[in-house]
T-cell receptor, first 111, second 113 residues
Framework: QQQVKQSPQSLIVQKGGIPIINCAYE??????FPWYQQFPGKGPALLIA?????SEKKEGRFTISFNKSAKQFSLHIMDSQPGDSATYFC??????????FGGGTRLMVKP | DTGVSQDPRHKITKRGQNVTFRCDPI?????LYWYRQTLGQGPEFLTY????????KSRLLSDRFSAERPKGSFSTLEIQRTEQGDSAMYLC???????????FGPGTRLTVL
């Protein structure tokens, strides 16, 4: 049972473009929504996270938009660079317990 | 480096053999999590510890899997009688406590022949 659905599965953008990755969740008890970046052969690394009391959070070139009523959240990467090419995972958790991950989005940023 | 470390990084074994993985969390992190990630998928939760106590286990964790965290420091994950379906990346994460960020290690890639 997939509680967090992520789309698209893959994404190709030109350098400087703004890739957008979307996630939808089912469990309304989730109260923490992080995004992780993973390079091949490495573990996931936290990019940015949000809690449902805010609708948007920015950290550098990364922005999370959160829509509590729609049970959706998304990641925007401003001024994308080839070094951003990686797999991105959204996740959700309830009360700080285990993370439930989406299926991942493989992003390629072309020079 | 003071991040989460895992050993070994790669393990190749034959079906039916037992394997054990080790995870060393970030110092003073009370919570330690194990996840499994298959190719092209997101990590899936297996189990987690609060200090030395194992608080929750996923239904993914069959009887062949056992995890320990003696003295609340490092943790081990053992798989007995490995099957080809056990081939995956096994990830360990730690956090300072409840509601804190989970920091992942580099993972142990298991291949069962």
């Amino acid at each position: 049972q997939q509680q967090v659905k992520q789309s698209p599965q893959s994404l190709i953008v030109q350098k400087g473009g703004i890739p957008i990755i979307n996630c939808a969740y089912e469990n309304t008890a989730f109260d923490y929504f992080p995004w992780y970046q993973q390079f091949p052969g490495k573990g996931p690394a936290l990019l940015i996270a949000i809690r449902p009391d805010v609708s948007e959070k920015k950290e550098g070139r990364f922005t999370i938009s959160f829509n509590k009523s729609a049970k959706q959240f998304s990641l925007h990467i401003m001024d994308s660079q080839p070094g951003d090419s990686a797999t991105y995972f959204c996740a959700a958790s309830r009360e700080g317990n285990m993370l439930t991950f989406g299926g991942g989005t493989r992003l390629m940023v072309k020079p | 480096d003071t991040g989460v470390s895992q050993d070994p990084r790669h393990k190749i074994t034959k079906r039916g053999q037992n394997v054990t993985f080790r995870c060393d969390p970030i110092s003073e992190h009370n919570r330690l999590y194990w996840y499994r990630q298959t190719l092209g998928q997101g990590p899936e939760f297996l189990t987690y510890f609060q200090n030395e106590a194992q608080l929750e286990k996923s239904r993914l964790l069959s009887d062949r899997f056992s995890a320990e965290r003696p003295k609340g420091s490092f943790s081990t994950l053992e798989i007995q009688r490995t099957e080809q379906g056990d081939s995956a990346m096994y990830l360990c994460a730690s956090s300072p406590g409840l509601r804190d960020t989970q920091y992942f290690g580099p993972g142990t890639r298991l291949t069962v022949l």
